[in-house]
């Protein structure tokens, strides 16, 4: 080793920003290794590198039994040289590479949470690769938007969710879909959220549908949405189109829960909101024609709001609203079970003990065996006849008469003309009626 190799280390650390001491440290564990593989060599020795001259000398050492140093002396091998330039250039190289990568890593390992522009390399199943510059950026397709397209060599803008230290090198992983990648794209477009005059105080996506973002501001003179929106919507409207149309709703941050969940349902004009801190939920009043807005196209708009603002979220109409205040009954769940011997009973759905039909105010009176049709018939609300519903007394003297009617008419037949031989006929028809005039059995 001479002095032009060391120049080249010398020239090596300005470039690449590898000590000439680290370097140095590396050759000589590498010579130590290849002197070793020697014949004759001894079984402990050092190599000593002068940084000067760059010299080297391979000391052979003698080892006691508890490892003190008894003896060394100079074991250069004759040829050591060229064996010397060979490990040189192996190992300076593979140093520049660990450097590389080391100083990769460092570049975007504290990075997380940013957002890198990148062009797309390669689309599979599995992934799509960005490339960075010096590194590659995984975008895996869990992380991916499902009505995107990533065309080759589209620029994309990803936020960074981790960096990896692998032996080859940094792995980058971005996303399209975290809440994140909204917020930095917000503070890409409007300076007041980088000066701290606006700020983000919560983000709720469904990555390429929609998202709502609530902001406020810490100037008194300064409109955190119109911050936002920008002059005509310019600023919105470039977040929008990185987002690839993806809907975005700037809501105004209020320290007033029911305002709050109001402003949060936005498009829909809500009439009333009512807090119930109990059970963590906002009953929200909308106008009928409003209810369909307020929910969202599959519950969208309501289930957006309530991650918004962090209450469990329940829309009613005024119409529903009004039957319920108007004395509803509400129905436990449950279902009724006829137990052996034909007694019915009200199991209800979340358990506990079983109810009568006596307990739960069902159970019918006891009533004679002929009267149980009509208290069947009652109970399903059949009305009975007219005749049915007249009083006893009268029911009574209105078949006797007709009983007396009934036998008045028989005796009446007994005694028509002829006797009572000729009312019985031997032919088809009534007496009188046949020709001979006869007809009689005898």
């Avoid at 794209?185 to 709502?212: M, N, Y």
């Avoid at 807090?275 to 106008?287: C, K, L, R, S, Y």
Wanted: glycine share 10%; hydrophobic share 35%; charged share 30%.
């Amino acid at each position: 080793m001479n002095n032009e190799m060391m120049e080249a280390l010398e020239h090596i650390e300005r470039e690449k920003g590898i000590s000439v001491e680290i370097m140095l440290e590396a050759l000589a564990n590498a010579l130590v290794t290849a002197y070793k593989r020697l014949p004759e060599a001894a079984e402990e020795a050092l190599v000593e590198i002068d940084v000067e001259t760059g010299e080297i000398r391979v000391i052979a050492q003698e080892l006691d039994e508890e490892g003190n140093v008894t003896r060394e002396w100079d074991d250069t091998p004759e040829n050591f040289g060229r064996i010397a330039a060979q490990t040189a250039k192996q190992v300076i190289l593979q140093r520049i590479r660990e450097a590389e990568r080391e100083m990769k890593y460092e570049e975007y390992a504290g990075r997380e949470g940013d957002i890198v522009t990148g062009i797309i390399q390669q689309t599979d199943q599995r992934y799509t690769l960005l490339d960075l510059g010096r590194v590659e950026a995984l975008l895996p397709q869990a992380e991916q938007v499902q009505n995107e397209r990533y065309d080759h060599g589209t620029r994309l803008k990803a936020y960074i969710v981790e960096v990896r230290k692998t032996a080859k090198g940094p792995q980058i992983v971005v996303s399209r879909t975290h809440p994140g990648l909204v917020k930095r794209l917000f503070e890409l477009e409007v300076p007041e959220i980088v000066d701290g005059v606006v700020e983000i105080r919560a983000i709720a996506r469904e990555p390429g549908h929609r998202t709502k973002i609530s902001v406020a501001s810490n100037d008194p003179n300064v409109d955190p949405v119109g911050a936002c929106v920008g002059a005509r919507g310019s600023r919105v409207r470039m977040v929008v189109n990185e987002l690839r149309g993806e809907k975005v709703d700037i809501v105004p941050y209020s320290d007033d829960p029911s305002d709050f969940v109001m402003k949060a349902l936005a498009p829909a004009r809500v009439r009333e909101v009512r807090i119930h801190p109990d059970t963590g939920t906002a009953e929200v009043i909308v106008p009928d024609f409003q209810l369909s807005l307020a929910i969202g196209k599959e519950g969208q708009n309501a289930r957006l709001a309530a991650r918004l603002t962090g209450w469990r979220v329940d829309i009613k109409s005024e119409t529903q609203l009004a039957e319920e205040e108007a004395g509803g009954i509400e129905y436990a769940e449950g279902e009724w079970i006829e137990r052996e011997g034909g007694e019915l009973v009200w199991q209800p759905a979340e358990g506990g003990e079983v109810i009568s039909a006596a307990e739960a105010g069902y159970a019918a009176p006891v009533v004679a065996e002929e009267d149980t049709g009509a208290l069947l018939e009652a109970e399903a609300g059949v009305t009975p006849p007219e005749e049915d519903r007249r009083e006893p007394d009268e029911t009574d003297e209105t078949e006797r008469l007709l009983e007396e009617e009934s036998r008045a008419a028989e005796e009446s037949a007994m005694h028509v003309e002829g006797g009572p031989e000729e009312v019985v006929s031997a032919g088809g028809g009534p007496p009188g009626e046949r020709e001979d005039g006869g007809g009689s059995a005898g």
